[in-house]
């Protein structure tokens, strides 16, 4: 049976910057925050000054006041790449609680911009951070120092305990990509778009340049510019606009650790938990799912979830790729826009998840600027989840068309 919160708000537009990946001229974060929040306004035709509640990874004043609001809700939860799923739940909370009416949830990053701005306009912190950090003092001698090197021991955990290999990981990267080139505003669309876009193979990948083993670059996500924006509305205000809405059917969240040395197995995350939640939430389970958008900061990020949601047997995750299940035409689709591997990742990729899942549940997917002729899903019911951190937190929402 579905919990109180069930449906009781509705995503009802979303939308990008105008200009995402790598521009030419260096972005800042607000400029992207501002660029994708005009574009979903004008979508949806809901005005600005009728936003009351701001959720953002730790901007929500700023943009407040940027756009001359004064919200009833103010939310600047920053876990990492999940923390825009967690803001849906939350503004589900507040709009089921009478609190609010219309939420915005929004997000600029400039991942790419920042090597030529020196970290200015990002919204990232500058410095050598704390010395008396944890990670500074018992992780980094183990090893772990950055994304890359936590992920390569996530992936060597797997693989010894399951007996996976990276080759097998490698088929997400190419069905991946398979999506990306049905996406024009894919970083790795075409060759046109990029040098090393369009199709790859398996020996592509495992013969990428090695980051941190056994990851070569294609295992690995992009790190780009983006920006994104939804609303999200009480179901009076989401049956009476122009856009279809699609329905916030169930939500959940977690944290397993913070430290990837604290982490009890380097092959589960807290998408176990935060999935289990959101499907008590929404009265379903992983059988009624029909497609999903998951973080994939790298190979072993998208299979790990696909186990963690009861979407997968534990250990083999990958297959859904390998199998083709997840490609173009297959069964079950995942990351229809090309993912954080091949189409956009700034550094938290937890937006680009909501706004495509928004897209292919609204039947707005294929319209020759986002998609191309095979890109439009016929599925009904979605679930997303974000990731954040070293595998840490989550976010995991289940989200259906009206």
């Known amino acids: 049976m579905p919990g109180e919160l069930s449906r009781a708000a509705a995503i009802v537009g979303a939308a990008e910057a105008n200009e995402i990946g790598y521009p030419e001229t ?29 959720f953002s990874a730790g901007w929500s004043s700023q943009i407040a006041e940027h756009l001359g609001l ?34 915005l949830v929004t997000h600029g990053e400039s991942g790419w911009s920042s090597r030529a701005t020196g970290g ?4 990232r912190p500058r410095g050598s951070g ?3 950090d944890p990670g500074s003092l018992f992780s980094n001698p183990y090893g772990i120092s950055g994304a890359p090197s936590n992920y390569s021991h996530a992936m ?23 999506w990306a080139t049905l996406n024009p505003r894919a970083i790795m669309h075409s060759r046109d778009v990029h040098p090393q876009g369009g199709p790859i193979t398996i020996e592509d990948v495992q013969t990428a340049r090695l980051v941190s083993w056994p990851l070569t670059l294609l295992h690995c996500c992009l790190v780009t510019d ?15 606009l122009r856009t279809k809405p699609v329905w916030i059917a169930g939500a959940g969240e977690s944290m397993s650790h913070s430290n990837m040395l604290e982490m009890e197995d380097f092959t589960a995350t807290s998408a176990a938990a935060s999935s289990a939640a959101a499907y008590r939430m929404a009265g379903m389970g992983p059988e009624d799912m029909e497609m999903a958008m998951v973080y994939d900061s790298f190979t072993v990020t998208a299979g790990i979830t696909m186990e963690m949601l009861g979407l997968a047997p534990r250990g083999e995750g990958f297959r859904l790729w390998k199998d083709g299940h997840a490609a173009p035409g297959g069964r079950f ?10 189409f956009n990742h700034s550094g938290m990729y937890g937006m680009q998840l909501l706004v495509e899942a ?15 002729p095979g890109k439009q899903t016929k599925a009904r019911s979605c679930i997303v989840n974000g990731t954040g951190g070293s595998l840490s937190t989550t976010g995991t929402l289940v989200l259906v068309a009206d």
């Not at 919200?71 to 709009?95: K, N, Q, W």
């Not at 200015?120 to 919204?123: L, S, V």
């Not at 983006?226 to 009476?240: D, N, Q, T, W």
């Not at 928004?358 to 191309?372: C, F, K, N, P, W």
């Open 26 to 54: 260096p972005k800042t974060a607000l400029q992207l925050h501002i660029e994708a929040i005009k574009n979903v306004s004008d979508q949806t035709g809901i005005p600005i000054s009728r936003i009351d509640g701001i």
């Open 70 to 103: 004064h919200p009833r809700y103010i939310d600047t939860t920053s876990v990492g790449g999940c923390s825009f799923e967690m803001h849906v739940h939350h503004a589900l909370a507040a709009i089921h609680a009478g609190i609010i009416d219309v939420a």
């Open 120 to 123: 200015r306009g990002t919204g």
């Open 130 to 132: 704390d010395p008396w």
């Open 156 to 178: 060597t955990r797997h693989n010894h305990r399951w007996g996976s290999t990276p080759e097998d990981f490698a088929h997400i990267a190419v069905v991946t990509r398979q």
């Open 226 to 240: 983006h920006g994104g924006a939804v609303l999200i509305a009480k179901p009076e205000i989401a049956r009476s």
């Open 333 to 342: 689709p995942i990351n229809t826009n090309g993912g954080g591997l091949s």
């Open 358 to 372: 928004y897209r292919q549940l609204s039947g707005t997917a294929e319209d020759g600027i986002h998609g191309l």
